[in-house]
């Protein structure tokens, strides 16, 4: 009996499917008849529509229990490798299925509430209307597909009830805020594309982790041929890795672009890119079958947080908010998504520190050669004050300006206010590094070792400086210099070089992952104490010339040198850790 009831949260979720769409709907009868709109044929389609849904439980479950999933086997499907195509088949045609269910569900709902929604000019258009029916569906279907993946890890429908209960909140709180958003008196031109973006590429996601969750759970019930157990599929993670880093990335541009002409405050986006590689790297592992043992808590605690800032960046974009903090003005979703960060940083924390040596070993946790990784960390530092003094005095020079200019750097670097500013920064560092462990995770950990196997050592570091360099696009057109973007690019891609051969280097010698990532916090956050706290406005804004290029290729020196290091040039000996740490 335990069989057929796994089998059942596997093959026929659609209860669950039909509690999102009463869900969804009972959101919408609740608007409409706050507007005394919903009359008795309105609500007989709609009751219609959900008995529909429940009739496709019943199909399901004659199909797959009675026939497909006999003796859970798989029928005469059993130890064959097209079993698998099959179910792969059958899993995917069930997403999309559930998908068109949602949409006419919603859509069916929607039309009874379309006429009121108009005479209260909630709406300018009927395009506007319907795109932001769409987000609904999208909306109750993301969270639906999130409940699901939750639900299916029990085998007891009783013990399942529980999460789906909170799951069923929380997609009822979204999209009662989704309708907020539009329904409120100031908000009846509120754009639909940055949300239905936002929302497309979550499901996207959901969907993918949906199927390669229960691929990879009944794999093994089939032949070896098709699913290459012992296998590499490592051009697959690659693919699922380039396509979160940089597809997710690229997608969330025109966002950036529709904000940044009506000048909005985009640090927020930053803060959500900074997870987009280590996101692609998590669904990489997941859906691998090569992995062994893996930090799955600490794992979905990137995703949600990932997920949480894609929110949080299209929010900012279409209902803008300000705030002030210390005389600082920013967007009130920036300090949001500082909290939020906070919070799953802790929560990162404490998954990292309880999942065990095996799961921290692959997913490359582990705090390796720790007297070598703090002398690394303290050289960055030291390298980092060279570089600046080098390219402060380069560019004095370049501006005729006289070099006392070097004097008010050290005079800030050692002001009454620098002890203040160096503690606040190391107390942000354990609460706030997991964004940075989003890049370096992807960038050092996963995508490093690949490019040095396909290009050799240095010229594979150097790619990827490159690489890492030109992802950073949309922020230097955008935020980090708006007037001079193609030179921003331009040194972003030195920095990035630069950079990523001093940060591949320690990485190599210490097989550390958490090297790498306290570099990056403190190349982010030493112009903190050097602007006397105003992060945000040290980073955005900048002019950068195309003579200024050469400076910073010559202030870079004391990093891009390292790739003459034997390490580098392939003559040094690997050591254990760094073979293993990929």
């Not at 997403?95 to 509430?113: D, P, S």
């Not at 006429?115 to 769409?134: D, H, L, P, V």
């Not at 490592?234 to 002409?261: N, T």
């Not at 894609?310 to 300000?322: G, I, K, N, R």
Request: net charge positive.
């Amino acid at each position: 009996m335990k069989k057929y009831i796994t089998a059942y949260r596997v093959f026929t979720p659609d209860m669950y499917t039909l509690f999102a769409f009463l869900g969804g709907s009972i959101v919408l009868i609740a608007i409409g008849a706050f507007m005394n709109t919903i009359t008795l044929p309105g609500m007989a389609l709609i009751v219609v529509s959900c008995l529909l849904s429940s009739l496709d439980v019943l199909c399901d479950y004659f199909v797959f229990q009675s026939i497909f999933s006999k003796d859970f086997a798989f029928g005469i499907l059993a130890n064959s490798h097209k079993g698998y195509d099959v179910l792969r088949m059958g899993v995917r045609g069930d997403q999309f299925r559930r998908f068109i269910q949602i949409v006419i569900v919603e859509f069916a709902t929607g039309m009874i509430l379309k006429n009121r929604m108009f005479e209260a000019g909630y709406f300018s258009s009927t395009a506007n209307y319907f795109g932001f029916i769409t987000i609904v569906a999208l909306a109750v279907y993301f969270g639906n597909t999130l409940s699901l993946n939750v639900t299916r890890r029990f085998t007891n429908y009783a013990e399942g009830i529980l999460p789906i209960s909170l799951f069923s909140t929380l997609e009822t709180a979204m999209v009662f805020g989704i309708s907020m958003i539009y329904l409120r008196e100031a908000a009846g031109y509120v754009p639909v594309m940055p949300l239905m973006v936002v929302f497309v590429i979550l499901s996207v996601i959901a969907t993918y982790c949906m199927c390669e969750r229960v691929n990879l759970r009944f794999r093994d019930s089939f032949g070896e041929r098709k699913t290459g157990r012992f296998g590499d599929d490592s051009k697959k993670k690659m693919i699922v890795f380039l396509a979160i880093a940089f597809g997710v990335d690229f997608a969330m541009i025109p966002l950036m672009k529709y904000g940044f002409d009506r000048g909005i405050e985009l640090s927020v986006f930053l803060v959500a890119q900074m997870m987009y590689p280590a996101c692609g790297v998590v669904l990489a592992k997941l859906g691998s079958y090569n992995e062994g043992k893996l930090p799955k808590a600490a794992y979905v605690t990137v995703l949600f947080l990932g997920a949480v800032c894609m929110l949080l960046s299209a929010m900012a974009v279409t209902m803008p908010m300000d705030t002030e903090v210390a005389g600082i003005s920013m967007s009130m979703y920036y300090l949001i998504s500082n909290y939020v960060v906070i919070v799953f940083d802790i929560f990162f924390i404490v998954f990292v520190c309880a999942c065990g040596k095996e799961k921290r070993e692959n997913a490359g946790f582990r705090f390796r050669k720790p007297l070598q990784s703090v002398l690394f960390m303290l050289l960055h530092v030291i390298l980092y004050f060279t570089y600046f003094l080098i390219a402060s005095v380069l560019f004095s020079k370049m501006a005729g300006i006289d070099f006392s200019i070097v004097d008010d750097y050290v005079r800030v670097i050692f002001s009454e206010k620098a002890p203040v500013l160096w503690i606040s920064m190391m107390i942000n560092l354990p609460l706030t590094f997991v964004m940075f462990l989003g890049e370096e995770y992807g960038w050092r950990y996963f995508f490093q070792p690949r490019m040095q196997k396909k290009f050799g050592t240095a010229l594979g570091t150097v790619l990827l400086g490159i690489v890492w360099g030109l992802w950073h696009a949309g922020a230097d057109f955008m935020y980090y210099s708006s007037e001079t973007g193609p030179q921003m690019l331009a040194a972003q891609i030195v920095a990035c070089v630069a950079m990523g051969i001093f940060f591949g280097y320690a990485y190599m010698k210490t097989g550390n992952i958490w090297v790498p990532t306290v570099m990056h916090f403190f190349n982010n956050n030493i112009i903190s104490v050097l602007s006397g706290g105003n992060t945000l406005d040290a980073m955005q804004g900048k002019v950068v010339g195309w003579n200024m290029i050469p400076a910073y290729v010559i202030a870079y020196a004391v990093m891009w040198a390292f790739i003459f290091t034997p390490t580098m040039l392939g003559k040094a000996r690997k050591t254990k850790e760094a073979e293993n740490a990929q």
